[in-house]
């Protein structure tokens, strides 16, 4: 089958840098997505990783190493802002249909 | 900017009740799905259309339905709403790689 796994929740200060992580296990893989989501508010799309190494986007960075099945997410100079959850998500046998993972919930202290 | 829109933001339906969940895009993206999110279990695929009148089944489509008559428009149906139905219901668009939601529709079937 088809999972994705991440831990369920991390804690970090503001200011502070944070790695979220997320192993797949696919059959065939196509690419890594990143997404935030707000309590109360729709997921959105934060990155996408189809090849090895960093992608950087201001403040978020997303890394992708194909041959360990990994990719992690790189949040810099934390803000209270960022506190949300953060899913990993990877299309299946080359669709646009996406698995997604269970999610990691942020919270930045003061 | 992309928009995605559902007919409801909170709904309470009754054992047995047909449901309607409606979902409309405007930005002309062949691949519409529908989710539901519950706690602890990330975002689980109901059924998603790549085209007007395609659909697939997702994960998890037992006691579903859909419908897409429209391009823009991709509506979920409960053909009758048991309890364990409650939720939150996602939709979303896509062009491709990036998936744009809608608001969410959270269900309680009482």
């Known amino acids: 089958g088809q999972s994705l796994e991440q831990p369920s929740e991390v804690t970090a200060v503001e200011g502070a840098i944070v790695q979220i992580n997320c192993t797949y296990q696919?059959?065939?893989?196509?690419?890594l997505s990143w997404y935030q989501q707000h309590d109360g508010g729709a997921p959105t799309f934060l990155s996408y990783?189809?090849?090895?190494g960093l992608e950087e986007t201001g403040r978020f960075s997303s890394f992708l190493s194909r041959s360990d099945s990994y990719g992690y997410l790189l949040l810099q100079e934390l803000q209270m802002k960022d506190s949300a959850s953060y899913f990993c998500?990877?299309?299946?046998?080359?669709?646009?249909?996406?698995?997604f993972g269970t999610g990691t919930r942020l919270k930045v202290l003061a | 900017d992309v928009k995605v829109t559902q007919s409801s933001r909170y709904l309470v339906k009754r054992t047995g009740e047909k449901v309607f969940l409606e979902c409309v895009q405007d930005?002309?993206?062949?691949?519409m799905f529908w989710y539901r999110q519950d706690p602890g279990l990330g975002l689980r695929l109901i059924y998603f259309?790549?085209?007007?009148?395609?659909?697939e089944k997702g994960d998890i489509p037992e006691g579903y339905s859909v419908s897409r008559e429209k391009k823009e428009r991709f509506s979920l149906i409960l053909e009758s709403a048991s309890t364990n139905q409650t939720s939150m219901y996602l939709c979303?668009?896509?062009?491709?790689?990036?998936?744009?939601f809608g608001p969410g529709t959270r269900l309680t079937v009482l």
């Open positions: 979303a668009s896509s062009p491709g790689r990036e998936q744009f």
């Open positions: 930005m002309d993206h062949e691949n």
């Open positions: 990783n189809a090849l090895d």
């Open positions: 696919t059959s065939g893989f196509y690419g």
């Open positions: 259309s790549y085209d007007v009148k395609m659909k």
């Open positions: 998500a990877v299309p299946t046998s080359g669709t646009y249909k996406y698995i």
